[in-house]
Nanobody, 124 residues
Framework: QVHLVESGGGLVQAGGSLRLSCFVS????????VAWFRQTPGKEREVVGV???????DYAESVKGRFTISRDNAKNTLYLQMNSLKPEDTAVYYC??????????????????WGQGTQVTVST
């Protein structure tokens, strides 16, 4: 059974940085496309960035140049380095995974496996 666990959220001032981690178990890490999403109350879950075993990543326009996704296959872990944080980045951040053979997607509904989420709060 595939299981995802996020960590690293917290409270940070605007302009600060945080690094989130997503540990994936229950399968070979390279068999998954893994993505970061975020969600605020009353809104749909939106993609932050998508990563696959090829090592590349796609990012939402709102975070390009500020957020970086990296992947450590040996640790089965995906990271989200968030710099120059803004109050509008405040959200619950989730990692999601889907089987790599299904291809890439930026839609939350296309992901089969989810973590419990970690809260990121950026204060002014």
């Amino acid at each position: 059974q595939v299981h995802l666990v996020e960590s690293g959220g917290g409270l940070v001032q605007a302009g600060g940085s945080l690094r989130l981690s997503c540990f994936v178990s229950g399968g070979a890490f390279s068999d998954f496309v893994v993505a970061w999403f975020r969600q605020t109350p009353g809104k749909e879950r939106e993609v932050v960035g998508v990563n696959w075993s090829g090592g590349s990543a796609d990012y939402a326009e709102s975070v390009k140049g500020r957020f970086t996704i990296s992947r450590d296959n040996a640790k089965n872990t995906l990271y989200l380095q968030m710099n120059s944080l803004k109050p509008e980045d405040t959200a619950v951040y989730y990692c999601g995974a889907r089987d790599v053979w299904r291809g890439l997607s930026t839609r939350a509904s296309d992901y089969s496996y989810w973590g419990q989420g970690t809260q990121v709060t950026v204060s002014t």
